[in-house]
Nanobody
């Protein structure tokens, strides 16, 4: 069984930065793609970024491209999301998710089989 634990959320002013971390238990982390999703109140859960098993390939939603960076450290079983130039519309609960496969899984929720509990990110204007 895999457990994912996010940390690093909080309250920040517009233009500020936060770095989210997601620590995974178990032995499967280094062979699986990972994704960061976000869900604002009353909205669907959307993909912000994803990364393949090695870290060599990444994908970003248009809304975060150029501001967010996803990375991973397979030795530490951890995936990160560096968020810069934050905007009020980035306010959401952020979830990390482990894909069923090693390649990029993009926004298809069905291809992710483990989810963290979420961490709140609030950006004030």
């Amino acid at each position: 069984q895999v457990q994912l634990v996010e940390s690093g959320g909080g309250l920040v002013q517009a233009g500020g930065s936060l770095r989210l971390s997601c620590a995974a238990s178990g032995r499967t982390f280094s062979s699986r793609a990972m994704g960061w999703f976000r869900q604002a109140p009353g909205k669907e859960r959307d993909l912000a970024a994803c990364i393949n098993w090695s870290g060599g390939y990444t994908y970003y939603a248009d809304s975060v491209k150029g501001r967010f960076t996803i990375s991973r450290d397979n030795a530490k079983n951890t995936v990160y999301l560096q968020m810069n130039d934050l905007k009020p519309e980035d306010t959401a609960v952020y979830y990390c998710a482990m894909a069923k496969f090693g390649g990029l899984s993009y926004s298809n929720l069905g291809t992710y089989d483990y989810w963290g509990q979420g961490t709140q990110v609030t950006v004030s204007s």
